[in-house]
């Protein structure tokens, strides 16, 4: 015998290589389990980002609306909203806009930003309703808004 023999092939004809069916059914199990572990993180997260980016379009709209007010004297009125950062309202013959770059922007579940003038809770109140689009929430429900 040498270094090296070679084994014959078994003569059992059921004798193949490949995978049982119980070796399947473990690793689906184990692809599932990890998948019921990942999904939830990597969702939360994305409830997350969409509230980072609603934070940043709202700080982003009351840097314009400061500018408004510095150049024409007050904040838009709560009938002119945010449109009044894009095209001037008759009214207004000091308005030397557009404040924003492009049309207003709709919150990141897509619906219109809710602007009021005065405020309630400030000078102006500007905030996203959040996922559910209903006052109040906890979560990626809770409304995103400029005094928070």
Same mark, same amino acid.
């Given at each position: 015998?040498? $270094? /090296?023999?070679?084994? @014959?092939?078994?003569?059992?004809?059921? /004798? %193949?290589?490949?995978?049982?069916?119980?070796?399947? $059914?473990?690793?689906?199990?184990?692809?599932?389990?990890?998948?019921?572990?990942? &999904? =939830?993180?990597? /969702?939360? %997260?994305?409830?997350?980002?969409? @509230?980072?980016? &609603?934070? &940043?379009?709202?700080?982003? $709209?009351?840097?314009?609306?400061? $500018?408004?007010?510095?150049?024409?004297?007050?904040?838009?009125?709560?009938?002119?909203?945010?449109? &009044?950062?894009?095209?001037?309202?008759?009214?207004?013959?000091?308005?030397?806009?557009?404040?924003? %770059?492009? !049309?207003? =922007?709709?919150?990141?579940?897509?619906? !219109?930003?809710?602007?009021?003038? =005065?405020?309630? !809770?400030?000078?102006?109140?500007?905030?996203?309703?959040?996922?559910?689009?209903?006052?109040?929430?906890?979560?990626?429900? @809770?409304?995103?808004?400029?005094? %928070?």
């Amino acid at each position: 015998m040498g $270094l /090296f023999t070679r084994c @014959a092939p078994s003569s059992s004809p059921r /004798f %193949q290589r490949g995978f049982t069916l119980l070796e399947l $059914l473990v690793v689906l199990v184990v692809l599932g389990l990890l998948a019921g572990i990942v &999904a =939830p993180k990597y /969702f939360s %997260q994305l409830g997350r980002s969409q @509230a980072k980016v &609603a934070r &940043a379009q709202i700080e982003g $709209l009351s840097k314009a609306l400061d $500018l408004y007010r510095l150049e024409v004297g007050h904040y838009p009125s709560s009938e002119q909203g945010l449109q &009044a950062l894009v095209a001037a309202p008759p009214e207004e013959t000091r308005w030397t806009g557009p404040y924003l %770059q492009k !049309n207003v =922007p709709q919150d990141p579940w897509g619906r !219109n930003y809710v602007y009021r003038y =005065p405020g309630e !809770n400030g000078e102006y109140d500007l905030l996203s309703m959040g996922k559910d689009g209903q006052p109040g929430g906890e979560g990626e429900d @809770a409304e995103v808004a400029s005094w %928070q």
